[in-house]
C-alpha cells in the first residue's frame, strides 16, 4: 500500500497519516469556503513554495468513478467547489450527474458540470446533448468543456488539425454561454493545450491539469483560474481516490468570481 501523506492545505505540506473527518452540521451558503482543509494524498508531488497549499479555496471533480459521495462530509473536510461530470459525445450522460448535482448544492458545494469532448462527433451535437441534460440552476457554477487527446478511446482516436479543433470548441463553447448565460471555462491538459494553441480559442478562463509542476511553470505564465494539482486526492466522504483542484486566488478573491460568473 503506497504511503499516505497529510496536504494539510490550510497551512502547509504536512504530518503522515490519513486525514480524519471533521464534523459536519447544518448545508452553508453555497460556495461559501469551507472553513478549514483536511485533504490527504496517497501520491503526494512537492511543489516546493508555489504548491496548492498557497491557495485557500480547494475543491474536486467527480464523475461515475466515485461512486456514493457524502457530500456533507467532502464539504466539511474543505470541499468547496466540485465540477461534475455531465455529458461526453453525443450519447452519453453520466451515471451518477444527477445524483451528484442534487447532493452537492444539498450540501453548499459550490458545482458545476462538464463535458468531455469526443472528436469523431460534431461540436453543436454534443451541446445539444449537454443542454438536455444539465439543469440551468441559479447558483451553478459556469459549464466546462474538457478538451483532451483521446488515444485510448476504443471508437475515436482521431487527431484533428489545431485550426479545426479550435473551431469545434467555438461552436460548443457558444452555443453553451447562448443556453445558460455563462461564459463556459475550457480544461485541458499541457499536451493538448500546446499542441493546439488553445489560448487563441478566445477569453475563456481555463483550468489546467498540471501535476508535477505548478502551472506557471508549464502554460508558460498564461492566465489560469482553477488547477487540478493531483489526481490521487483522499477526501473523507469519497470512496477511493480523486482529483484535487484549486482556485487562484484568496477566499475574497473566490467570492468576487462567484458572484461574477453564477447566475
Given at each position: 500500500?503506497?504511503?499516505?501523506?497529510?496536504?494539510?492545505?490550510?497551512?502547509t505540506?504536512?504530518?503522515?497519516?490519513?486525514?480524519?473527518?471533521?464534523?459536519?452540521?447544518?448545508?452553508?451558503?453555497?460556495?461559501?469556503?469551507?472553513?478549514?482543509?483536511?485533504?490527504?494524498?496517497?501520491?503526494?508531488?512537492?511543489?516546493?513554495?508555489?504548491?496548492?497549499?498557497?491557495?485557500?479555496?480547494?475543491?474536486?471533480?467527480?464523475s461515475?468513478?466515485q461512486?456514493?459521495?457524502?457530500?456533507?462530509?467532502?464539504?466539511?473536510?474543505?470541499?468547496?467547489?466540485?465540477?461534475?461530470?455531465?455529458?461526453?459525445?453525443?450519447?452519453?450522460?453520466?451515471?451518477?450527474?444527477?445524483?451528484?448535482?442534487?447532493?452537492?448544492?444539498?450540501?453548499?458545494?459550490?458545482?458545476?458540470?462538464?463535458?468531455?469532448?469526443?472528436?469523431?462527433?460534431?461540436?453543436?451535437e454534443?451541446?445539444?446533448?449537454?443542454?438536455?441534460?444539465v439543469?440551468?440552476?441559479?447558483?451553478?457554477?459556469?459549464?466546462?468543456?474538457?478538451?483532451?487527446?483521446?488515444?485510448?478511446?476504443?471508437?475515436?482516436?482521431?487527431?484533428?488539425?489545431?485550426?479545426?479543433?479550435?473551431?469545434e470548441?467555438?461552436?460548443?463553447?457558444?452555443?453553451?454561454e447562448?443556453?445558460?448565460?455563462?461564459?463556459p471555462?475550457?480544461?485541458?491538459?499541457?499536451?493538448?493545450?500546446?499542441?493546439?494553441?488553445?489560448?487563441?480559442?478566445?477569453?475563456?478562463?481555463?483550468?489546467?491539469?498540471?501535476?508535477?509542476?505548478?502551472?506557471?511553470?508549464?502554460?508558460?505564465?498564461?492566465?489560469?483560474?482553477?488547477?487540478q494539482?493531483?489526481?490521487?486526492?483522499?477526501v473523507?466522504?469519497?470512496?477511493?481516490?480523486?482529483?484535487l483542484?484549486?482556485?487562484?486566488?484568496?477566499?475574497?478573491?473566490?467570492?468576487?468570481?462567484?458572484?461574477?460568473?453564477?447566475r
Amino acid at each position: 500500500m503506497r504511503k499516505i501523506v497529510s496536504l494539510c492545505l490550510a497551512l502547509t505540506l504536512a504530518a503522515c497519516g490519513a486525514a480524519p473527518s471533521v464534523s459536519t452540521g447544518p448545508a452553508p451558503t453555497l460556495g461559501t469556503p469551507a472553513p478549514r482543509l483536511n485533504f490527504a494524498d496517497t501520491a503526494p508531488h512537492d511543489f516546493g513554495l508555489r504548491g496548492p497549499h498557497g491557495h485557500p479555496v480547494h475543491g474536486i471533480d467527480a464523475s461515475r468513478h466515485q461512486p456514493a459521495i457524502d457530500w456533507r462530509t467532502a464539504r466539511a473536510n474543505g470541499v468547496t467547489f466540485a465540477w461534475l461530470k455531465a455529458t461526453e459525445g453525443g450519447d452519453i450522460l453520466d451515471p451518477a450527474f444527477k445524483t451528484n448535482w442534487r447532493s452537492a448544492r444539498r450540501a453548499g458545494v459550490a458545482h458545476g458540470a462538464y463535458h468531455f469532448f469526443y472528436h469523431c462527433r460534431p461540436a453543436a451535437e454534443q451541446a445539444r446533448w449537454f443542454i438536455r441534460h444539465v439543469p440551468r440552476d441559479a447558483g451553478a457554477l459556469p459549464p466546462v468543456l474538457d478538451l483532451e487527446w483521446t488515444p485510448f478511446s476504443p471508437t475515436c482516436t482521431v487527431r484533428r488539425a489545431p485550426s479545426v479543433i479550435r473551431s469545434e470548441a467555438r461552436i460548443f463553447l457558444d452555443a453553451i454561454e447562448t443556453r445558460y448565460g455563462q461564459r463556459p471555462l475550457i480544461y485541458t491538459s499541457i499536451d493538448f493545450y500546446r499542441d493546439n494553441e488553445l489560448w487563441r480559442v478566445g477569453t475563456y478562463d481555463f483550468w489546467l491539469r498540471s501535476v508535477a509542476a505548478h502551472p506557471d511553470e508549464l502554460y508558460g505564465g498564461r492566465p489560469w483560474t482553477f488547477w487540478q494539482y493531483s489526481a490521487t486526492g483522499a477526501v473523507p466522504g469519497i470512496p477511493g481516490e480523486v482529483d484535487l483542484n484549486t482556485f487562484n486566488g484568496n477566499k475574497a478573491r473566490w467570492q468576487a468570481w462567484l458572484a461574477a460568473n453564477t447566475r
